[in-house]
């Protein structure tokens, strides 16, 4: 049975997407053309154009698609933690699977730079992040942590802080823990 017209273009849009979340990674958010990405995809590089209103589009989408999927992972984590302290025990070990220089965390930093020459990019990942800290602030108000609004706003600030340095100075994240933990303690968790 042959796909529809419908089918091969979500199969082209998806191929296109994927080549995009694996360029920026490896060439920078700037470096990456129409061409690279169609012959990536291995499709025409007018499919690009067809299927997204631009290459920057094509990028953004990629790459917010990426981080949304990551940052869906908080949700087992919030099930998972039972306390405050395992809620940093499960936040660090998650920040621990990545390297500051994996394909995952250079595309999260191509896409923050990026964002900041793009107001459109701006407003999506600042979107993304203020739902993850918003999730993060629900959990702890519903923990008994104080001020969960700006303590989720340090976990995750701080979180991203030793992803960025990890990529110049590969530490391991268990001096992190228990600051956090004192953080969290500090406005009240059980």
Same mark, same amino acid.
């Given at each position: 049975?042959?796909?529809? *017209?419908?089918?091969?273009?979500?199969?082209?849009?998806?191929?296109?997407?994927? *080549?995009?979340?694996?360029?920026?990674?490896?060439?920078? =958010?700037?470096?990456v053309?129409?061409?690279?990405?169609?012959?990536?995809?291995?499709? *025409?590089?007018?499919?690009?154009?067809?299927?997204?209103?631009?290459?920057?589009?094509?990028?953004a989408?990629?790459? #917010?698609?990426?981080?949304?999927?990551?940052?869906?992972?908080?949700?087992d984590?919030?099930?998972?933690?039972?306390?405050?302290?395992?809620?940093?025990?499960?936040?660090?070990?998650?920040?621990?699977?990545?390297?500051?220089?994996?394909?995952?965390?250079?595309?999260?930093?191509?896409?923050?730079?990026?964002?900041?020459?793009?107001?459109?990019?701006?407003?999506?990942?600042?979107?993304?992040?203020?739902?993850?800290?918003?999730? #993060?602030?629900? =959990?702890?108000?519903?923990?008994?942590?104080?001020?969960?609004? *700006?303590?989720?706003?340090?976990?995750?600030?701080?979180?991203?802080?030793?992803?960025?340095?990890?990529?110049?100075?590969?530490?391991?994240?268990?001096?992190?823990?228990?600051?956090?933990?004192?953080?969290?303690?500090?406005?009240?968790?059980?």
């Amino acid at each position: 049975m042959s796909a529809t *017209a419908s089918e091969r273009g979500r199969e082209v849009r998806r191929r296109l997407t994927r *080549a995009a979340r694996e360029l920026v990674p490896e060439r920078g =958010w700037a470096a990456v053309s129409t061409r690279t990405v169609a012959e990536r995809a291995g499709v *025409a590089p007018g499919l690009v154009h067809y299927h997204f209103p631009s290459l920057q589009a094509l990028l953004a989408e990629a790459a #917010i698609g990426a981080l949304r999927e990551a940052l869906g992972a908080t949700a087992d984590l919030l099930e998972r933690a039972r306390t405050p302290d395992e809620l940093v025990e499960l936040l660090v070990a998650e920040v621990d699977r990545y390297t500051g220089a994996d394909p995952a965390s250079l595309l999260a930093v191509e896409t923050h730079l990026a964002a900041t020459r793009d107001p459109a990019l701006r407003g999506e990942l600042a979107g993304l992040l203020e739902d993850f800290r918003g999730r #993060i602030a629900a =959990w702890l108000a519903e923990h008994g942590v104080g001020e969960p609004e *700006a303590t989720a706003a340090v976990l995750a600030a701080a979180l991203d802080g030793v992803l960025l340095h990890r990529a110049l100075e590969p530490q391991p994240t268990g001096a992190v823990t228990p600051v956090l933990r004192r953080i969290v303690a500090q406005h009240g968790g059980r």
